[in-house]
Structures are given as structure tokens and as C-alpha cells.
């Protein structure tokens, strides 16, 4: 008994506080102490400023063959595309409106793991487990992009050459691919920034984390869920339950063990980014349903996160 309590109270400190500040955003929001124009102004500071000085700072400041794993990296871009093709074969099969097919097909797989998952990685494993997501995180966001794009486009029969076209070019432009590519010479050959600008830095990565949550909670719209679908339903038990079980144990068969299993689980297993919507809405897609499969993945994810983490600190993985 002592022995579940305390992988219990272990569980709360990961979790927890990552939820307790959404749901203050949340509360916030109602209570009228922010509005949309705050929600919107930390959303892009945090995407623009704080979170490329905290992917910066986190992988400037560590040993680079200590964090770098070739076969992780490998690991998640197969996966990725296999669930990914995967559910879009499963869900053609009774999703038949184009508009639904793309959104559910980017709601089941895309993580909000640039928020999220850099938190839980933090709260789980300090600064080397910050530094391995942000790699990790440069993975994710071009694969990403370049798979949503996909499938909002070919359901509905536009042709996608120069949307994906463009799409790689804003890839290209994204602050946090550029923080990445920036923070690895510095990790590669030990280079060393002037504390003037390492602690200027960490002032704009601390920001980063409470910001987002606060923006995230802010963002979130409960009346939606009185219109939630079966496709929503679907689409984010797929996204919280399946595919983090079956890529986990299937992490977990390939030979990954500990602090590399639990990242992976943590990466399949946050909830719809929260940029699917935006991306929904400019591309055609079913912007509602993409709003319910967020929110629900949100809510849903404070109790999966939490009993994977249980689960993996009871065997001993964590």
C-alpha cells in the first residue's frame, strides 16, 4: 500500500501542476481577469519569444551526444507515419464528408507536445529530460506541419504542390526550428554564451511554460463539448488511449527502457495541439470538430498522462 501511495503522490507532482495552471487560465478567462486579446498576445509570445529561448537555452546547455538518440528519433518519425496512414485508412472507411475526414485524421495524431510535453519532460526528468524533448521537439514539428497539411488537402481535392510548398517554407521560418539550429553548435562543441545573455535567456524561458498553460486554459471552450460528435469521441480516444498504448509497447519491444520510454510515452500520449484549429479552420476543414477534439484530448489528457505515469513509476520505467 505504501509502495501505490507513493507512486501516487509522485504522479500528482508531475501532473498536477501543469493542470492546476490550465485550469486557472480557464478560470481566469471566465472571471473576466483575461480576455481573448491576452490569450491571442501570450500565444504568440510564447511561439515567437519564450518558448525558441527555452528550446534554445535547454539544448545550448547540454552535452549533445548525451541527449542525442538516433534510434528514438528514428523510432518516433516511423511510428508517426504508420499510426498516421493507419487511421487515415481506418477513418475513410466511415468518414465520408472530406471536411471531417482531414480533421479527425490530424486530431487523432498531432501532440501538443511543444507545451505539454516539454512540461512533463521537465517535472519528470529536470533539465536533461528538457533538453532530450527539445530535440525531440525538432522532430515533430516539421512532421508534423507537413502531415496535417496532407490530410486537410487531398480529402477535399485542392491541389496541395503549393500549399505544401509553402507549408515547408514557414517550417523553415518557424523560431523554433531556427532556436534548434542555432542551440546545437553550442551543445556540439561546448560553446559557452556571456552570462549577460544566459541569464537574460532564462528570464524569457521561464516565462514560457506558465504563460502557455494560462493561454492554453484561457482558450478553452466548454459549451463546445454539449456538440461533441462520435468522430471527436473517436478521434481522441485514438490520440489518448490507442496509439500512446500500442507505440509505447511498441517502444517497449524495440528495446527502449526508462527515461527513453517515458519520453516516448509522453510524446504519444499529450493532447491535440491546439494549432490543429487554426490550421482546420484557414484549410476547409470542420473547424468544430477540431475545436471538440482538442478540448477533449485537453480535459481527457489529465487522466491518461496521469495513469501512464502511474503505471510506468509502479513498474519501475521512472
Known amino acids: 500500500m505504501e509502495l501505490y501511495l507513493q507512486t501516487l503522490g509522485f504522479t500528482a507532482n508531475i501532473v498536477a501542476p501543469i493542470f492546476f495552471i490550465v485550469f486557472l487560465g480557464y478560470l481566469l478567462k471566465r472571471l473576466g481577469v483575461i480576455d481573448d486579446g491576452f490569450v491571442g498576445t501570450a500565444s504568440r509570445l510564447v511561439f515567437v519569444i519564450t518558448l525558441p529561448a527555452l528550446v534554445f537555452m535547454s539544448i545550448s546547455r547540454t552535452d549533445f551526444q ?34 471531417d475526414l482531414g480533421v479527425f485524421i490530424q486530431g487523432a495524431f498531432r501532440s501538443n507536445y511543444g507545451i505539454i ?29 507537413v502531415l496535417s497539411i496532407i490530410a486537410l488537402t487531398v480529402p477535399m481535392q485542392r491541389g496541395g504542390g ?27 562543441f561546448g560553446f559557452q554564451l556571456p552570462e549577460v545573455v544566459q541569464k537574460t535567456g532564462r528570464y524569457f524561458a521561464n516565462l514560457t511554460l506558465p504563460l502557455a498553460l494560462l493561454a492554453i486554459g484561457g482558450s ?34 524495440s528495446g527502449f527502457r526508462g527515461q527513453d520510454l517515458a519520453m516516448l510515452f509522453v510524446l504519444f500520449g499529450c493532447p491535440t495541439a491546439a494549432a490543429s484549429f487554426v490550421m482546420a479552420k484557414g484549410m476547409g476543414g470542420n473547424a468544430e470538430l477540431a475545436a471538440n477534439i482538442i478540448l477533449m484530448t485537453t480535459l481527457g489528457s ?14 519501475g520505467v521512472i
Open 220 to 253: 478553452l471552450n466548454m459549451k463546445s463539448l454539449r456538440n461533441t460528435s462520435a468522430q471527436a469521441s473517436w478521434a481522441s480516444a485514438a490520440k489518448l488511449v490507442i496509439l500512446p498504448l500500442l507505440l509505447s509497447l511498441g517502444a517497449w519491444l
Open 162 to 188: 503549393a500549399n505544401l510548398a509553402g507549408t515547408l517554407l514557414e517550417i523553415l521560418k518557424n523560431p523554433l526550428i531556427i532556436a534548434v539550429a542555432l542551440a546545437l553548435p553550442f551543445s556540439y
Open 302 to 315: 489529465v487522466l491518461t498522462l496521469s495513469a501512464g505515469i502511474y503505471l510506468l513509476r509502479l513498474w
Open 66 to 99: 548525451a541527449v542525442f538518440n538516433p534510434q528514438q528519433l528514428g523510432y518516433v518519425l516511423i511510428s508517426v507515419i504508420v499510426s498516421y496512414l493507419l487511421l487515415w485508412l481506418l477513418a475513410a472507411r466511415w468518414i465520408h464528408r472530406p471536411e
Open 117 to 145: 510535453g516539454l512540461a512533463v519532460s521537465f517535472n519528470l526528468f529536470g533539465n536533461e529530460g528538457l533538453a532530450q524533448a527539445s530535440l525531440l521537439l525538432a522532430l515533430v514539428i516539421p512532421l508534423f506541419n
